[in-house]
């Protein structure tokens, strides 16, 4: 019974449950900057190709 109470009262499994949240955050996040930042230097680069022809 000690065992059951001493599993109930672990927060460790908590823990590692935020900091996976965060991770996924974190990494959305970043794949939308990528993509922000693709869309700018695309946009950029066929400025650049207009202007030279």
Known sequence: ????IGLLED???ATS?????????LSIAIVAAVNAIGTSLNTSFESV???LK
């Open 11 to 13: 927060e460790g499994g």
């Open 1 to 4: 019974m000690s065992g059951l």
């Open 49 to 51: 190709s207009a202007g």
């Open 17 to 25: 449950i935020e900091y996976a949240i965060i991770a996924g955050l």
